[in-house]
Structure formats: C-alpha cells, structure tokens
C-alpha cells in the first residue's frame, strides 16, 4: 500500500500562510460538512462506548489492573494489582453521571486499595495514574478516603527523590523504599508538579510541593544554552546522556507540566520557565513543510534538525499551544494532526512528515489527537473540532471496538488488534471525547487543569 499516494489523494487541502515572529508555517484546512452535529447525541453514544469497555472490565478483569479484551482475562503490571483501570475511570464516570458505576468503583477502590506491597514500580506512571487519580477523585466526590490513599502513596514514592540534583529516580519500591534507574527522561522528571503540588495544597505538608518543584527547575537549568533539553539524562550527575530534542515521549509533559504549573498554581517560575522553553522549540523544532506545519527533532546544543518524524504522543502539543494563548500554531498542529490520523483511517503511533509514510503502525487507543481538538474547540467554538471528535469516535468504534471492550492495534494498516485496553483509554480518550459534546455545566474547563492522565484538578489561581 502506497500511503504516500493514499494521502495526496484524500487530503487535498488549502494551504494558508501564517507570519508569527518572523517564522512561517501552513495550516491545513481540514474537510467540513454542512451537517451541524447533534452534540447530545454524540455525548450519548460516547457513553454507551465508555459503559461498553468498562462492563467488560468488570466482568472479566474486576480488581484488576487492565482488561485484556481479546483474550476475555485480566493483566496486572506487577503480579498484584494497583486498580489502574478503576482509579484511572472514576473521574470520568463521575462527570458522565454514571453515579451507580461510581459508587461501586468507590467502594471497590476505598475497601481494597493497598500500597502496602513489595513491588518496584515506575514513579511517574504511578503518579500521574493514581496519584493524579485519587486527587481528582477526591475533589469531585469530598470522600476523604481518596486524600488518604493519595497521601500514603506519595509517601512511599518520596524516596525517589533522594539525589544531589533532586532529580528523581525513574523505579521505587513502595514498601521497601528502594530506588533504582538513574537514567532518566525529562517526561518522567518534570511530570510530578502537578499532583504532588495539588497534594501539599491540600493537606498543608509542604514536602510534596517543594520536591517536585526542585526537579523540575534542576532540569529546566540544565537546558542547553539554546534552551533546548535532551532525551535522557543521568539524574546523579545531572549530566545529558542522549542530545536529541523534541517534543515527543519522553519529553512531552515536560514541556505541558511547565505551563500547568504556571496555570494551576499562578508559580511564576514555572510561566517564565514556559515561555523561554517554548520559544525556543518554535524557534528549532517547528517546522513547516509541504505537508502542513509540525514539530521535528534536532540535537539541543546546536539546534540542527536531525529527523523529521512526528506521533500520536506529539499531537499533545496543540493543547499546550493553546492553553498558552497561541491560537494560530496550535490550529495548524491540529490540521496536520487530523491529516495523520486519517492516512489510514486511524492514526499511527509515528510518521515521517517530510514524506507521510508510517514509520510506526501501532494505535495504543492513545488521546492526544482528540485532547487537542476539544481544547480548540472551547477556545474558537468552531465546529470543525466537532466534526474532528465525530472522526474520532466513529474510527476508533469502527477499528478498535471488541465483544467485551476495546483493544488498541497492532497495525493501523491491517487493522489487527493487540488485546490490550489500557486504562488511559477510559481516563483520556472517552473522557476528552464525552467533554467535548457534554451538557453545559458537565465541567467548568476555565476553572481546572487535566494533569497528563486527564484527571480535572481544581485551579489554586485566577491566572
């Protein structure tokens, strides 16, 4: 299959030339209908989907970790089960008015959730997930129990932080308090703010706050001097193991957690920190080619383009663009994101841009591409947002749907699937899709900050 040609063919467009700052960069209009999308219908369906996916959980994977739902069992990330899928899900039954659903989660997640186990887990998954999940759900719903199971795990995650640099440590046993992986990424460094700031907000220990803040300046101090940061680095020595910069796994919530800890706290550090970073990525890893305007990679130091490949994890970027006011990049990011997603009818985990051929074909039911499209669509109400959400939905339904679930693919040409619904598909990807077609007052968007994980934390600042 020639995706090249599939693409020239489908996705003939009008290119628009923008001017910021002296650079410049095309936006891909994407195809519109005339048909006005009945947006009470759409939140409907999205619901029936989400109630599809997680009756499957409960019948075949209760307590567990993760659906497998090819295979009808159950997986759990470290032989003894965390409830990811419960605690990722309950914010977005709550919001969706699922209040019988929630109340037996709540009472699953309050009676059997332990930390209390000898296991080495990955610090920033187990925080953005549960941490961030327990938080949500407490604001939501005031039950206590979800802020003490928050507090108890941050506890025994903390000793990651136990480095010169206050960088942390990538794994923690969170018995033992054993820490290990000391080559690190910025993602996995700079995506703890939020949650643990939120934490200290809430129960007055300033430990979790002042800890998290310290990594994240001790790595946006060791940028380049183009203000650029690498892919990995050595958080003992605080030395870069590996150079190349961008905006994709590994670096990514970085870069957003950046601008939500300005937004959420009003932390000015974190808005200086923002707008310094993030014109220096416009400044050397934008790119605007032929093919509509994306974000590249290039070596930190020198700022040289290295390769052109752009992903389902980068297409979080238009979100943060326009989080941060700058409308313009973020509604080109969009159009050249919706163009990915439709070379096969669903997007691929990566692409060369330069060429548009996939260069990764797997779909881990991932949100970015949606996330970004429902905040364009709060800030311009521009109902092209909605007919991006309707592509969504009807693709992922169509490719993605099973008896009992829905399972990611293995390849987005073949459409075979890979039994695996992660829990990030009923916290993200049904969440972002039901808040962009929900009822009025679902959630008030201007008052809260989603951490990486999708889960709406209360704003401390007007900013």
């Known amino acids: 299959m020639n995706v090249s040609k599939i693409s020239a063919a489908i ?14 960069f095309a936006m891909q209009k994407p195809k519109t209908s005339n048909v006005k ?12 989907e989400f109630l599809h996916a997680w009756n499957g959980y409960k019948k075949y994977a209760w307590g567990h970790d993760e659906l497998k739902p090819i295979s009808e069992t159950y997986q759990d990330w470290y032989g003894t089960s ?16 699922l209040k019988k659903e929630a109340d037996k989660t709540e009472k699953l997640i309050l009676d059997s959730l332990s930390f209390d186990k000898n296991i080495s887990v990955k610090f920033f998954e187990i925080n953005i997930r549960l941490v961030g999940g327990l938080l949500s759900s407490y604001e939501l719903t ?5 802020l003490k199971l928050a507090e108890d795990l941050a506890n025994r995650l903390m000793p990651v932080f136990n480095t010169k640099t206050g960088m942390p440590y990538m794994y923690v046993n969170l018995k033992t308090g054993e820490v290990k992986g000391k080559i690190s990424n910025p993602a996995e460094i700079g995506s703890c703010f939020i949650e643990l700031g939120t934490l200290s907000k809430l129960t007055g220990n300033l430990i979790y706050f002042d800890k998290a803040k310290k990594a994240l300046v001790a790595l946006y101090d060791r940028r380049s001097k183009i ?3 690498g892919s ?3 958080v003992k020595t605080g030395e870069w193991t590996d150079t190349e910069s961008h905006i994709s796994g590994g670096i990514d919530s970085y870069y957003e957690y950046l601008l939500k800890g300005w937004k959420l706290f009003g932390d000015n550090d974190c808005k200086r920190m923002w707008e310094s970073s993030v014109e220096a990525v416009n400044k050397y890893l934008a790119d605007s080619t032929s093919t509509g305007f994306w974000y590249g990679q290039a070596d930190m130091n020198t700022g040289k ?4 490949l752009f992903g389902s994890l980068d297409a979080f970027f238009g979100a943060e663009l326009a989080l941060g006011g700058d409308l313009k990049r973020a509604e080109a990011l969009q159009a050249s994101c919706y163009k990915m997603w439709n070379l096969t009818g669903i997007e691929p985990e990566e692409i060369n841009y330069d060429s548009m051929k996939i260069t990764f074909p797997q779909y881990v039911l991932r949100p970015e591409n949606i996330e970004s499209a429902y905040y364009l669509y709060h800030y311009t109400h521009d109902e092209k947002y909605l007919e991006m959400g309707k592509t969504y939905f009807d693709n992922i339904v169509k490719y993605c749907r099973t008896k009992i679930g829905y399972s990611g693919l ?5 459409k075979e699937k890979d039994d695996e619904m992660q829990s990030f598909f009923l916290a993200e990807t049904l969440k972002y899709l039901y808040l962009m077609f929900a009822p009025p007052g679902t959630l008030n968007f201007d008052k809260i900050i989603f951490n990486t994980e999708a889960h709406p934390i209360e704003r401390f600042s007007k900013k």
């Open 82 to 97: 965390l409830m990811m899928t419960p605690v990722d899900a309950f914010d977005t039954m709550v919001l969706m008015g």
């Open 142 to 146: 005031h039950e206590k129990g979800f």
């Open 37 to 48: 999308i009945n947006k009470k219908e759409m939140a409907a369906k999205i619901k029936t």
């Open 305 to 308: 383009r290295i390769s052109t």
């Open 11 to 24: 996705f003939m467009s009008i290119s628009i030339l923008f001017f910021i700052n002296g650079n410049s």
């Open 410 to 414: 293995k390849n987005v040409i073949t």
């Open 232 to 234: 990995s680095i050595n």
């Open 227 to 229: 203000g650029l940061v």
